[in-house]
């Protein structure tokens, strides 16, 4: 049974930073690629980062690209998010998930319906 849970969202001012993790479990993780995604009230969920699986790069949509950074450990089986500088706008709450695709071509922020497994979430709330 896949399992994907997220952990370390929560309460921060603006310019602050959390680190989220979502642990998996039931599937081969390093196997597949895994990326971050977010919704807020009233919006569209949206792409985040990725790691793509077939060569380990990462890809970050334009407004979190320099102030987040996504990485795994496969030995612990735990994607994270590290969040910087973070801004009102990024209040939303986070979802990771997991992804049978190995790359896209091109390069990019994949859709979210490419992905096959998904977590509950964590919440992220940024004052200003």
């Known amino acids: 049974q896949v399992q994907l849970v997220e952990s370390g969202g929560g309460s921060v001012q603006a310019g602050g930073s959390l680190r989220l993790s979502c642990a998996a479990s039931g599937y081969t993780f390093s196997r597949y690629s895994m990326g971050w995604f977010r919704q807020a009230p009233g919006k569209e969920r949206e792409g985040v980062a990725v790691?793509?699986?077939?060569?380990?790069?990462?890809y970050y949509d334009v407004p979190v690209k320099g102030r987040f950074t996504i990485s795994q450990d496969n030995a612990k089986n735990t994607l994270y998010l590290q969040m910087n500088s973070l801004k009102p706008e990024d209040t939303a709450m986070y979802y990771c998930a997991a992804s049978q695709f190995s790359m896209w071509i091109p390069p990019r922020m994949p859709a979210a319906t490419d992905f096959d497994f998904w977590g509950q979430g964590t919440q992220v709330t940024v004052s200003s």
């Open positions: 790691i793509y699986h077939g060569d380990g790069s990462t």
